[in-house]
Every structure is written in C-alpha cells, then in structure tokens.
C-alpha cells in the first residue's frame, strides 16, 4: 500500500508538471553589462525586464541571471548604472531554456552615438568577440588584444598559431593554414592588402608586427566573394587599434635573455658593421673591382647577449560642438633579443653516407621597432573617416660558423666556414577609410592604401677556410666560393576596395542584405643583387689565414700585391628581375534569410589578373621576359542554420586560385643560411582551388565556446619546391602533377573551469587541436613537358611541404581580482606540431622531414596599483630539441639539429 501511495504521489507530480509546460514554459537569460569604451565588467548594475516588476543585479564580474516564468516571442531587459545609459536590449525567448545576451553601457559624458557603438562592440573583449562570432553570417575566427596579453603573445605571428589549424615554422615567421604554406595564404591589415618584405615569399613577416598596436587578428579560413581570390588556406587580418577615452599616456620597459645566448655569455660573437638598433645604411662598394672597397670589418666582434625593449603609447579623444568626434591613437615600439643554437648540418645520400658532414654554431641578433598613429573621425552618427600610418624596421643579423666535411672542398673534415648575414626589413603603410551610411538602406564602404616595402641584405659575407696540417693552420680554400654580397629590393604596392550594401525587405528587420564592390590591386616590385667574388691567385693558397682575422689576408695591400682578384656579374652590373602585377575585381554577394533559422549567401567574383616578369641575372645574362593572364570566375556559397541561441551549422563551398610569386618565376640563384640554394622557374602558372567547410558551433556562456569543423581541398596543378637536376643539386618550384587533395578535422574549446570566492578568482582553459591529412600527386614527366627542368624523385606521392597531421593549443589560465583595482594573470601555453615534409625526396634520397616539436610557455601579469604593472613571460621552458631527417628506405638519418633554449622577459609598465 505504501508503495502504491508513493507511486500515486510521483504520477501526480509529473503530471502536474507536464501541465505546466504545456500552457507554461520557463527562460533564464543569462548576460554580461560591459563598459563600451574599456571593455571592463560593470558591478552592479540593475537588469529588468521591460513593464514589469522583475529585476535583478550583476554581480562582481558583471553577470546576471533572470528567471521568466511567462513566455513570449521576446522580452525587452533594460540594463541600467549610475553614471551611464540606459540600455534595453531585446531578446528572443521562444522555445524556453537558457538565453544568452550582452550588454554594452555608454557612460553618460561620452557622445559615442548608436552606430559608432554597433561598430567598436566586438573587438578587444574575448567575450565580445565570441558573441560576434556566435551572430555572424559568415565564418570567421578571431583573437583579441585581451587574449594576446593573457596569453603573454608578442607578435602576430605568434598570435594566429593559438588558433585552430594553425602552425609556424619553426625559426621563422612563416605560417601554415591547415597544411598549406606561404603562398596559399593572404595577409591584410584593416581589410587591405600589404605587401611581403621578403623576396621569397608572398607574405609579409607577421612577426613584425608587435601586438600593441594590434585591436584583434581575424583569420577567415573559408572563402567568400568580398575577399581576394588567391586563396586557399586562409586570410589573415590584423586590425590596427583605435582608441576611444578621455586620455591614455603609458610607458613600457623590459629585458630578456635567451638561456643559450646567457650560457655563451663570454663566448657570444656577431658581425661588425651594423647598427645596434636596426638601422644600418645600403650602400654597395663603387670600385670594388678595382681596389679593396669595403667599409665594413670581416673581423667578429664580441657582444653581451642581454636584451630589453621600451614602449610608448599615447591616445586622446576630443569632441567637438556638432557632436564630431575625432580620436587619436599614437604608439612606438623597440625590442630586441639575441639567440644562440649549435647542431649538426649534413647532407645525405641514397645510401646514408655523408656527402656534407658539418657542426654549426649560429649567433643571432634581431631588432623590431614600430610605429603606429591612426586618426578616426565621426563626422556625423552614419559617416566615419579614418587615416591609418605604421612603420616598421626590423633587422636580422645572424653569424654561422661550420665546420667539418665539405665535398670537394675539405673531405678530411678539415673545414671551417663562416657566413655573416644581416637584413634589414623597412615597410610603409598609408591608408584612409571610410563608412557612411547613405539612407536607411545604403551603406557605403571604402579604403585606399599606398604601401612600400625596401629589405635591405648589405654585405653578406661568406668565405671558406680549411686546416692545412701541412702550414699548421687554417687557409682559404680556392675552389669554394668565397664572396660578399648585396642585395636589395623595393616593392609598393596600391590596393583600393569599395563595397556598397543595400537592404532587402524591411529597413528594420531586412529580409537580405545585397553587396556589390569592386577592388584592385597593384604591385611592383624591383629587385637588385651583386656579388663580389675573391679567388685567390699563384701560391697564395698556403697563405695561413686567422679565421678571427679575415682582414689580415683580405685587405687592400694584399689586393694591391695581387695576393687575390675579385669579380663580379656582368662587370660590376647587379643581377635584376623585375615584377608587376594587376588584379581587377568586381564581386557580389546576396545574403538571404531563407527562414527564421536558416541564413544563405552566395557570392560571385570576377578577377582580371595579369603578372609579368622580367629578369637578367647570372642563370640568364641575355634577360627575359615572361607574362600570364588570367579571367577567374570564384563562385562561393555560406549557409548558417541557428539550431537555437547556442548552437551553429555552417556550410562553406568555394572555388579560388593560387597564383606563383614573382621570386618563384624569376631565374635567380638565392642561398640562405642553411646554404640551400634556390632559384626560380619562368614556366610556373597558377594552381585552382576547391575549398569545402562544415562547422558545428556550441556557445554555452558568453565566455564558453565548442566548435568542431570538417574541412577538405582538391588543388588543381599543385605548386612545389623540389630538388631540380643541376650541379650543386638545387631546388626549384614546379607545378608537380595533376591535383592534390587536403581534408581533416578541427575542434576548438574555450571554458570557464572554475570561480571562486564572489568569482573573484577563475579558473579557465582553452584547447583546440587539427587533424588533417594531405596527398599530392608527384609526376616528373608532366614537370619536363612543361618546363626545361629534369626531376627525378624518388616517391609518386607525398603529403604537401610544411604539413603537420596534428596541430595542438592548449592553455590554462588563473586570475585574482582585488577590490583595491590590483589583479593577477598567470597562465601556461602549451603548443605541439608533428611531423612534416621540409623537401621532397629525389634520385633515391628520402624526403627531408622536420620531426615534430611541443613547446611550453608561462605567462605572468599582475597589477600593482591602478597605474603600475608587472608581468613575467617563460618560453619555450621544456626546450626541445628541433630535428630533420631524411627518411631514406634503408633508414632515417639526422641532417639538421638545435636547440633554441628557454626565453625569459621581464617587463615594467605604468601608465600616467
């Protein structure tokens, strides 16, 4: 009976319950009121619902929750706070369950108007930037100036391998979108186009740009027709800040060290010649090939390995009596760091023995000073016009020193090699832009931008000695190539873009949205080099030779005393090649609400595109042109269906191209610091791409974000860097056969883990990890018919160059908050790649593959007092080892070897 009872109970409990949600149904909205202006949580503040009794306040961390019991189609929250605005936002409750919403206050002294607030409510707030990304119709990924800091990032090189998918080489600044490298990536700043400072590559060193002039880096790795059509893998924006408040004057200083530098601190050596801070003037010897004309020492110099860096940032805003707003933004930047590595440098045969056998020390100095200042201007509340300038310098100065086997030229592991490079990278931006909105349904977009790049190689110096048992010390070695060299390259380039949008249906809630644009871009680039080659004459190769002292043997009365001869080019005439390239674009897009969930829009893009190519260099001393043109027609389409107001599908579907680079098509011998020499092939053409999405994004907080995406690319005549038959066993870029195919997985995780005493204490961590595979066609007879190049390699497939099948982030991040204002960051960063190709393998050898690398950093940053703050950056703690072998059928053999040692910074910032 009792038991009956007890049942009775419980059946009418549920159905009582299942009453009430029928005729019933429950919401709990859940928020975040931010100050619009810092981005900062408002404590607090009082949330109601419209017309009615019902409210509540946000708590320490400006978050709220608000219980309906009776439901609509939406309810009005009202979000008030002495000193601001009120704000009432409008939220659609259908369906019942959990709502979540964001709420930005102006304060009460500010003029910011509706518009300008739309415009800034996303960029520096991690939370604001999820919520952008939740309600946008197109997918994009992006990672704020909060992020950055908490994250301990420096540069935006850095930056973008915290996203999803997402590797660096390592050693360099050089980026891989899913597995595809350089030349299938973009790079933008402020949605315009910047040119590379690297005559190899398409891109520009991200890690040129230090991430306090950074607002937030979107990365769009699907394709749409508003972007430019040589894509693959992805573009990546880097949007300039712009400040808004009544006065900002901060100061920044700091040092760092490098573990391995500190350890070679009595023993650290660079080149002389070149400035401490980066800037060191171009000039090419006049009358070298008739006396000893070089200014700068060959002699090493001893340095100590210390570093530091000092910052300056200054903003004001001034509101004027029509209610115009103008806000200025102004920062500048110096850092510095030095690095030492040593390892191994070999080349291998078919069989694994040694044909190079060498150990390296390498000494390196690198400078980055930038300078920013934007002027953004609010004429009215729908038009806003705003001027863009940055500078950068950076400067590479590196030192190598080989010894051991050199073929043909010191078989007894008797040789001594030492390189000197030094580069100088300087890049100019100019760039004004404008939004006006023409009525209630035209919006009107456009930018301009003229930027110029000059990089700078002044005297690279590279000479061969070896240890002559017979004179008991070290001599020139003659059949090596012993030189000085120079180069230089200019390139501007002019981008313009103009977008208008105009609203389908109702001018308040618009059924679609249609853009028509056009863009152009305009590249040229001029490019010279020399080099000044020494042979050593009669018997002056038993001459003993200091290495610590090249300039006792190469001096001018040695010159003069016929002890060597030096030549050059075409009679002291620089090699040249020359680019220009032009890209007209017209593009459309209709975005279209196909139902209340589902949101479409398609997209066509129309490019004429033309390059050319011009050269005369020492491959070709007759010179040569060469031209392609090309009408690419891009379809594109994006659908988001909104499962509910958490959860996302999208669908990207895309066809762009690939074009070849102007080095990659220029005859012109380049050898770099690892002496692999490259050169360029004038038959080069353009791959197409086809590019396929889907997303499923999961937003559980404001703070909280799942997302898992499938991803895969069919390339069509896929370009490559192969080893080409030639003496010194060179490599080239080729189209390698007939397609590739790339296709994989990406999961990407934010959450808030734990909080603490009032949630003045957080716990949080982030993961996000890739797996991907790659497969390329590898067709020797398709790259004869079509060039004049003979390969042999040794695979008919491979995966693509610089592809890992596994990318990991991960952090972990814990923060205090004090009332007095005071706080604590302290997070780990952990990053990992796995193995990937660094060069085919040919005539028998095995691919060259780097093995994969995981890293650890620590980052600490505190507040002080409202004005002082600390913060404390450990990278790279574990210091692994980096290693690539060549993965022979007999065996993997190790070719390179180093370690980078740990990084440490201290830093110091206060602002007035």
Not at 45 to 64: P, Q, Y
Not at 411 to 420: A, I, K, V
Not at 568 to 592: C, M, R, W
Not at 615 to 642: C, H, V
Request: charge should be negative; include cysteine; proline fraction near 3%.
């Amino acid at each position: 009976m009792i038991q009956f009872y007890k049942s009775f109970i419980l059946c009418l409990v549920l159905f009582t319950a299942s009453i009430n949600l029928v005729f019933s149904q429950s919401v709990i909205i859940k928020g975040k009121v931010l100050d619009i202006d810092t981005y900062q949580p408002i404590a607090g503040a009082t949330i109601k619902l419209a017309n009615s009794a019902l409210a509540t306040t946000t708590d320490t961390n400006g978050e709220f929750d608000l219980k309906i019991q009776e439901v609509g189609e939406e309810f009005g929250i009202v979000a008030s706070y002495v000193g601001y605005k009120a704000e009432s936002t409008l939220v659609k409750t259908t369906g019942g369950g959990t709502k979540q919403v964001s709420i930005l206050l102006i304060n009460e002294n500010s003029t910011i108007d509706e518009v300008v607030v739309t415009r800034r409510r996303v960029q520096a707030s991690e939370l604001a930037l999820l919520e952008e990304r939740r309600l946008a119709t197109l997918t994009v990924e992006k990672i704020g100036a909060q992020e950055l800091s908490r994250k301990g990032v420096g540069d935006v090189a850095t930056a973008v391998t915290k996203m999803s998918g997402i590797s660096k080489e390592d050693g360099s600044s050089q980026v891989f979108v899913r597995g595809l490298g350089d030349r299938y990536n973009s790079t933008a700043l402020n949605g315009l186009p910047i040119p590379s400072n690297d005559p190899e590559k398409k891109n520009i060193d991200l890690d040129l740009f230090s991430t306090d002039i950074v607002e937030y880096i979107s990365v769009d790795k699907v394709y749409n027709a508003s972007m430019a059509g040589d894509f693959a893998g992805g573009n990546v924006d880097i949007y300039s800040k712009n400040y808004s408040g009544d006065g900002l004057f901060s100061v920044q200083i700091g040092t760092s060290i490098n573990t391995n530098s500190i350890n070679q601190f009595d023993n650290f050596y660079l080149n002389q010649g070149h400035n401490l801070f980066g800037f060191s003037p171009y000039q090419v010897p006049a009358n070298a090939l008739t006396s000893y004309d070089f200014q700068n020492s060959l002699n090493p110099k001893k340095v100590s390995p210390l570093a530091g860096n000092l910052g300056l940032q200054v903003g004001k805003s001034y509101t004027f009596n029509d209610d115009s707003r103008l806000n200025l933004f102004a920062t500048g930047n110096f850092s510095s760091g030095y690095e030492y590595q040593e390892g191994i440098n070999k080349e291998i045969d078919a069989q694994g023995d040694n044909v190079n056998d060498l150990t390296y020390r390498r000494s390196t100095y690198k400078t980055n000073t930038t300078g920013l200042f934007n002027a953004n201007y609010t004429l009215k509340p729908n038009q806003t016009i705003a001027y863009n300038f940055m500078f950068v310098n950076s400067s590479y100065q590196a030192r190598n020193v080989f010894e051991g086997k050199k073929r043909d030229q010191a078989d007894d592991y008797n040789g001594l090699l030492q390189r000197g490079t030094y580069v100088q990278n300087k890049l100019f931006v100019n760039q004004l832009l404008g939004n006006h909105k023409i009525n209630d349904r035209i919006d009107l977009n456009w930018g301009a931008s003229f930027d110029v790049v000059q990089s700078d190689m002044p005297d690279r110096t590279w000479f061969n000695l070896k240890y002559d048992p017979n004179v008991d010390g070290y001599t020139v070695i003659g059949n090596a190539s012993n030189h000085r060299y120079y180069q230089s390259l200019i390139e501007d380039e002019i981008a313009v873009n103009l977008a208008a949008k105009y609203k389908i249906g109702d001018v308040d809630k618009p059924k679609g949205l249609f853009t028509l644009g056009y863009s152009g871009k305009f590249k040229k680039r001029n490019f010279e080099a020399i080099q000044f080659n020494f042979t050593i004459n009669g018997n002056n190769f038993s001459t003993v030779v200091d290495p610590n002292n090249l300039d006792g043997f190469f001096n001018q009365p040695n010159y003069e005393s016929d002890f060597f001869n030096i030549s050059a080019f075409s009679q002291n005439t620089p090699q040249t090649y020359n680019g220009d390239q032009k890209i007209h674009s017209v593009f459309g897009n209709l975005e279209y609400n196909l139902s209340e969930k589902l949101t479409s829009v398609l997209g066509i893009r129309y490019d004429k595109l033309s390059q050319m190519v011009s050269w005369r260099t020492q491959l070709d001393g007759n010179g040569g042109t060469n031209t392609f043109s090309r009408n690419e027609f891009l379809p594109s389409l994006n659908l988001k269906y909104a499962v509910n107001e958490k959860q996302n599908l999208r669908l990207g579907a895309s066809k762009t191209y690939t074009l070849p680079q102007f080095k990659e098509r220029a005859p012109f011998l380049f050898e770099d610091d690892d002496l692999i020499v490259k050169y360029g092939n004038q038959y080069l053409y353009p791959s197409q791409d086809y590019n396929l999405d889907l997303k499923w994004e999961f937003f559980p907080k404001a703070s909280e974000l799942v997302s898992v995406t499938l991803f895969g690319k069919y390339i069509v005549d896929p370009i490559n860097e192969t080893f080409v038959a030639s003496s010194s066993n060179d490599i080239s870029y080729v189209n390698i056969g007939d397609h590739g195919t790339v296709y994989g997985v990406e999961f990407e995780l934010k959450k808030d883990l734990l909080k603490f005493n009032n949630d003045n204490d957080v716990l949080s961590g982030g993961l996000n990890f890739a797996y991907m595979r790659t497969n390329q066609e590898l067709d020797s007879e398709k790259v004869a018919r079509e060039t004049n190049f003979t390969i042999n390699l040794t695979d008919n497939t491979s995966s693509f160059t610089g592809a890992s099948d596994l990318l990991i982030n991960g952090d972990l991040s814990y923060s205090k908050n004090w009332e007095s204002g005071a706080n604590v960051m302290a997070t780990a960063v952990y990053s990992y790649y796995s193995d990937k190709i660094y060069a085919l393998g040919s005539y028998g050898k095995g691919n060259l593959i780097d093995k994969g690398v995981g890293m650890l950093d620590i980052v600490l940053r505190s507040k002080i007092t409202k004005k002082f703050g600390i913060n404390f950056t450990a990278k790279n703690i574990l210091n692994p080892e980096f290693k690539r072998i060549q993965a022979n059928e007999n065996g993997d053999f190790p070719v390179l070897t180093y370690k980078r040692g740990a990084f440490f910074n201290l830093g110091l910032n206060y602002n007035f």
